[in-house]
């Protein structure tokens, strides 16, 4: 990770710090006397003179990225006097973060911070918190991105601090958007007592008055082939000292529907590994109330007999993430036996609401280290301390499918084998049921709606001819909604993947497990990187004792024969190669470390031949490795003849560059900037790539200069992505899911990659961590094109539809136009023109379709063409509109698309 995610990514250490947190906007209140105001700034005075003019007391980071920025003292924007208006004009690295810096924190005191702001041609939201100004950029009260408009509005969040803060410290506000915000009446009030939540009322909980009693799960009896309500994790093992999470991984055990239950006909199999791993099937949220108790129950066996494994209850978030309250460790044998435990869960330290519900989640996992397989049926969480027979809360559960093992792709022009049960959740005497089927495109477009008469217990298939493409959401209900709970299902029709092989520059960091290659690899996808998803180079696990290699050649060549090609890492030492300070004139033994590297490239020629010498050598402890700039110049002479004595075909790859901070590759040694074919670099962009004052990456040709006459064959973009708009989904039941968010995750994973290509950029790698699936971590950098459920993202069809778009081709020039921004790119017989909106120039333009050549592919994101649906023109916006032409040569082709173009 970058230092441009470490700005951002900084929830983690916050989560360590922050105790209790609020955050909502809200009109002018009175405050109570013992709210002390401690600082404040009314940004009437005094400014600095000259270009830029900041507020005295407030600070503009200028070292995060490149960017074009105007910072000014203005007295018209709609608020009595001045304003300190911020505009962000371009951005090619980093973000905008301005921070008022007049600020002192004490240990476990409470904080409100309120302020006015409005914005004007944001293409994202504004965050707003309380950090350290510098290195390890700290987050003491922490408030998440909230969307903002063009209207002046308070905006406040609360928080407790967990130390005292005496300097370095500020409010901070930050995006990676173009445009511009407003700033007035910032103040900062503390309090030895939790201040009024701002936050809306929360939803109303599970059980209470007027809530449910009985079981609290909409299905118990696991009766369907997959159900969003359930996703399985793995994490890898050692065993005896041996890392076993590879093959480990590549079994991926998932839990599946295996006949025999106790309450129906089906009931939940949870398997483990033949490798050590822990394996785990998690439930998405539950809101319970805290200080409550609950009982858990549910009829479980095992086999082989004696096999352990557990239920238990999991903090989700809420103050203790991943933490268990309650569990039950039954010894089970091979006969169905009922267990049951009884926990109460706790508010989360120093929360000023005890009584709003904590979120938790439900895990059923099986032995780590012992082979075998667990089977669970009638589950049931229900209010109090005492198990009751069980009872599911609806006679019938509803289930549709496509057939989960491609995670529900379905190709261009092809039908949808979509599968419909209702059955039987225990005993009932409903043999027919009548159920209402919507089904609805991206982003909310009606498709189908249909009522359906279904036979209990047995499943309907229907092969529905869809015309649309993209993403599609099925929504089930019984007509009488006290037989079934709702359910939801979600498929993707997609374009067939280009045959580009491994000219292909869309790449990925995957979890080695098949079913992740063969979905990317469906999304067009022909690279994946091994870093932090998994280890199956890093020098650490393969050999762990000096002169014992452990190689996992039967998993390389299932990812080579899934039609996917490797970039392997060789760093992260381990303990034996690495040389006290002082001791060594480098923090590694060089010469093993050149050994190593040599029997890497010589075993795996031919499967893996391109290799990048470490992972962010700049981060403190990045790779393990914790040495300087011109200690790390030794490593990659070392590395380079190795690779090439190992196999003269090698590609290497380095310095592993931050892109915003040419000085990182200018301090590495010169000699050692020779030593690699591709240069590599890392850019995270916090905008959504494109528009403004500032092309993308433009530093990247301040690092090309400091290679000298060594030009690299190719340039190599290995890790990034936007941390923001990960959370993405076309369900409707996620809290953290949003339509604006949504869109905007489309817009980014489209024009991430055309803005790449663009700027001579022939491989992108961004980061994906598929370490595990489940609710435990979605949001987080996992799921930008994967959901908890292994279900297809808006993003995911964004990206497959760019890459059957422009893969294959390269980038040609076209001539600008004022308010939009474009991508030309021709080769292989076809030519593909691009356009979206430019936030950086105030207003939009259109698009007349009709002017377009009938004959030419005109694709939104999500493979549909707007004329089919009777537009003749196109609002140009935030996603990209692709045309293609086999007949246009690029220049054509881009003078018809601007001739289109008008205000």
């Not at 005295?56 to 007295?75: E, F, H, I, T, Y």
């Not at 978030?317 to 933490?323: F, I, L, M």
């Not at 037989?483 to 045959?499: L, T």
């Not at 962010?616 to 700039?629: C, I, N, Q, T």
């Amino acid at each position: 990770m970058s230092r441009a995610e470490s700005c951002l990514a900084v929830a983690t250490t916050a989560l360590a710090m922050l105790v209790c947190l609020g955050v909502g906007v809200r009109a002018q209140e009175s405050r109570v006397a013992e709210f002390r105001v401690i600082s404040s700034c009314d940004f009437e005075g005094p400014y600095s003179a000259g270009e830029q003019q900041v507020h005295d007391g407030c600070v503009n980071n200028w070292q995060w990225g490149r960017k074009d920025m105007v910072l000014k003292a203005d007295k018209d924007t709609g608020r009595p006097r001045t304003a300190q208006r911020i505009q962000v004009r371009g951005i090619t690295s980093g973000g905008m973060q301005f921070f008022y810096t007049k600020l002192k924190l004490k240990k476990d005191r409470h904080y409100r911070v309120s302020y006015w702001l409005k914005s004007d041609g944001l293409e994202g939201p504004v965050r707003c918190y309380v950090r350290k100004i510098d290195y390890p950029w700290t987050v003491y009260l922490w408030a998440d991105f909230v969307p903002r408009t063009n209207e002046w509005k308070e905006y406040s969040f609360t928080g407790k601090c967990g130390e005292d803060v005496n300097d370095d410290v500020g409010v901070c506000w930050e995006t990676g958007s173009l445009g511009t915000i407003w700033l007035d009446d910032m103040k900062v009030e503390e309090s030895e007592q939790p201040f009024p939540s701002d936050s809306p009322s929360p939803k109303p909980p599970l059980v209470g008055e007027g809530g449910v009693r009985g079981n609290l799960l909409p299905r118990s009896s696991f009766e369907g082939r997959r159900d969003h309500f359930w996703s399985q994790m793995f994490f890898g093992w050692n065993r005896n000292g041996v890392w076993e999470g590879v093959e480990g991984d590549w079994e991926d055990p998932q839990m599946y529907r295996a006949e025999g239950g106790k309450v129906g006909k089906y009931c939940m199999a949870v398997p483990n590994a033949v490798h050590a791993g822990q394996p785990g099937a998690l439930s998405i949220t539950l809101d319970m109330l805290p200080g409550k108790p609950y009982t858990v129950s549910a009829w479980m066996k095992s086999d082989p007999p004696g096999l352990a494994g557990s239920i238990a209850l999991l903090y989700w978030w809420s103050g203790r993430h991943q933490q268990s309250f309650g569990s039950v460790y039954p010894k089970l044998t091979s006969e169905w036996m009922r267990v049951s435990f009884t926990a109460t869960p706790q508010a989360p330290p120093g929360a000023t609401r005890t009584a709003t519900p904590i979120t938790a989640m439900i895990q059923i996992a099986p032995s780590a280290v012992q082979h075998g397989t667990l089977y669970v049926d009638g589950l049931q969480v229900e209010a109090g301390d005492k198990m009751t027979d069980y009872k599911p809360r609806f006679p019938l559960e509803l289930y549709a499918d496509v057939g989960q093992d491609g995670g529900n792709l379905i190709e261009w022009g092809k039908v949808v084998p979509l599968d419909v049960l209702a059955a039987a959740a225990d005993r009932t005497n409903v043999t027919n049921v009548r159920v209402e089927l919507v089904i609805t495109g991206y982003p909310d477009i009606p498709v189908s709606r249909k009522v359906l008469d279904l036979t209990v217990g047995k499943t309907t298939r229907l092969n529905l001819g869809i015309k649309r493409r993209g993403l599609f959401r099925v929504s089930l209900r019984t007509l009488n909604d006290k037989e079934a709970a709702p359910q939801e299902m979600v498929f993707a029709i997609v374009p067939k993947p280009r045959d580009v092989r491994e000219k292909g520059m869309f790449g990925a960091h995957l979890a080695i497990r098949p079913f992740h290659i063969n979905y990317f690899r469906r999304l067009g996808f022909t690279w994946t990187r091994l870093h932090d998803c998994s280890v199956l180079t890093k020098w650490n696990w393969v050999e762990p004792v000096r002169g014992k290699l452990y190689w996992h050649d039967e998993v390389v060549d299932g990812v080579r024969q899934a039609g996917m090609h490797i970039l392997g890492l060789p760093d992260h030492a381990p303990k034996w190669a690495c040389v006290e300070k002082g001791k060594g004139p480098n923090p590694i033994d060089l010469e093993t470390f050149g050994k190593y590297c040599e029997e890497l490239a010589r075993h795996y020629r031919g499967k893996i031949d391109h290799w990048e010498t470490w992972n962010e050598p700049y981060m403190p402890g990045s790779g393990d490795f914790h040495g300087s700039l011109q200690e790390f110049g030794e490593v990659m002479k070392t590395a380079y003849p190795a690779f090439k004595r190992g196999n003269p075909d090698a590609k290497v790859l380095g310095p592993c560059a931050d892109i915003g901070n040419v000085g990182y590759t200018k301090a590495i040694p010169e000699d050692a900037r020779k030593c690699l074919d591709i240069f590599s670099f890392h850019n995270y962009p916090n905008n959504l790539c494109g528009g403004g004052t500032l092309p993308f990456a433009a530093e990247l040709p301040d690092h090309l200069k400091l290679l000298g006459d060594k030009q690299p064959q190719e340039i190599w973009d290995t890790e990034g992505t936007n941390g923001e708009v990960c959370a993405n989904s076309m369900y409707t039941f996620l809290p953290v899911v949003t339509a604006e968010k949504n869109d905007r995750a489309c817009a980014f994973a489209s024009r991430v990659w055309i803005e790449h290509k663009k700027a001579g950029v022939d491989k992108f790698f961004v980061y994906q961590m598929h370490n595990t699936d489940s609710m435990m971590y979605f949001g987080g950098y996992q799921s930008l094109f994967l959901c908890y459920d292994r279900s297809p993202t808006p993003a995911a069809i964004a990206t497959a539809t760019t890459a059957y778009c422009i893969d294959g081709l390269k980038s040609v020039p076209f001539k600008p136009i004022e308010g939009v921004v474009q991508g030309l790119f021709e080769g292989d017989g076809r030519a593909t023109w691009t356009i979206y909106d430019d936030a950086g120039v105030i207003g939009r333009k259109k698009l007349n379709l009709t002017k377009l050549p009938k004959d030419a592919e005109v694709l939104d994101v999500m493979g549909n063409d707007p004329r089919r649906d009777g537009k003749k023109t196109w609002e140009i916006g935030i996603q990209p509109l692709f045309v293609m032409s086999g007949k246009l040569h690029g220049e054509k082709l881009a003078q018809v698309g601007q001739a289109a173009t008008a205000s």
